[in-house]
T-cell receptor, first 109, second 112 residues
C-alpha cells in the first residue's frame, strides 16, 4: 500500500475552512484515498473517500489532484468539535486500512 | 441501532488472568474488525471477520484469540498477556467487507 505524508499538526480558527493536505506520490491506479478522524478518547470516524474525482458529503470535501499524487480534505466551516487527529489512508479497499500518524487539527475560538 | 458497542470500557488484568473483550453491532453488518491502538500511535489492524469467518489475521500472537459467535457479536479472548499489550482495543464493523468501517469507543486495557 502507498504511504502518505501529512503535516503533524495544524491550527484553524472556528468558522473558517480547514484544509488538510496529504501527499501520496506513489499511489497506484486502483488505490483510493480515504479520510478518517479520531476525536480524543473515541474510535475513528469515517469521513470521505475518493478515487479520481472530487467528492463532497455532509461532513467534508475531498479534492484530489489530477495526477493523484496529493489530496486535500476540506472542512468548510470548522467548529471546536472538529478538533481531532485526521488520517489520510491510501488503499485498494476498506478492508485492510493502514493508519499513518495523521494530522492533529486544533480548532480554536 | 446505529452504533458499535464495546464492553467493558476499562479492564485491568494480571499477566496470568484470562479475560474477554466484547463487541456488538445490530446494523446487519457482515464484517467485523479488531484493532489495537497504543498511546499516541495510530490504530493497527489485528483481525478481520467476514461473514463470521476469520479472513485476516495480521500475525497477532496466539495470546489474543478472536471469536465471532454470530453476525452481531465479536469477542477477543485474552490470556497470558504482557504489560506491553496495554492499549486501547477498538472494534469496528462494516456492511460488507469492503465498505466504510464504523468504530466502537474501544476498551482501554491495562496489563499489570
Amino acid at each position: 500500500d502507498a504511504k502518505t505524508t501529512q503535516p503533524p499538526s495544524m491550527d484553524c480558527a472556528e468558522g473558517r475552512a480547514a484544509n488538510l493536505p496529504c501527499n501520496h506520490s506513489t499511489i497506484s491506479g486502483n488505490e483510493y484515498v480515504y479520510w478518517y478522524r479520531q476525536i480524543h478518547s473515541q474510535g475513528p470516524q469515517y469521513i470521505i473517500h475518493g478515487l479520481k474525482n472530487n467528492e463532497t458529503n455532509e461532513m467534508a470535501s475531498l479534492i484530489i489532484t489530477e495526477d493523484r499524487k496529493s489530496s486535500t480534505l476540506i472542512l468548510p466551516h470548522a467548529t471546536l468539535r472538529d478538533t481531532a487527529v485526521y488520517y489520510c489512508i491510501v488503499n485498494t479497499g476498506f478492508q485492510k486500512l493502514v493508519f499513518g500518524t495523521g494530522t492533529r487539527l486544533l480548532v480554536s475560538p | 441501532d446505529t452504533e458499535v458497542t464495546q464492553t467493558p470500557k476499562h479492564l485491568v488484568m494480571g499477566m496470568t488472568n484470562k479475560k474477554s473483550l466484547k463487541c456488538e453491532q445490530h446494523m446487519g453488518h457482515r464484517a467485523m474488525y479488531w484493532y489495537k491502538q497504543k498511546a499516541k500511535k495510530p490504530p493497527e489492524l489485528m483481525f478481520v471477520y467476514s461473514y463470521e469467518k476469520l479472513s485476516i489475521n495480521e500475525s497477532v500472537p496466539s495470546r489474543f484469540s478472536p471469536e465471532c459467535p454470530n453476525s452481531s457479536l465479536l469477542n477477543l479472548h485474552l490470556h497470558a498477556l504482557q504489560p506491553e499489550d496495554s492499549a486501547l482495543y477498538l472494534c469496528a464493523s462494516s456492511q460488507e467487507p469492503d465498505r466504510e468501517q464504523f468504530f466502537g469507543p474501544g476498551t482501554r486495557l491495562t496489563v499489570l
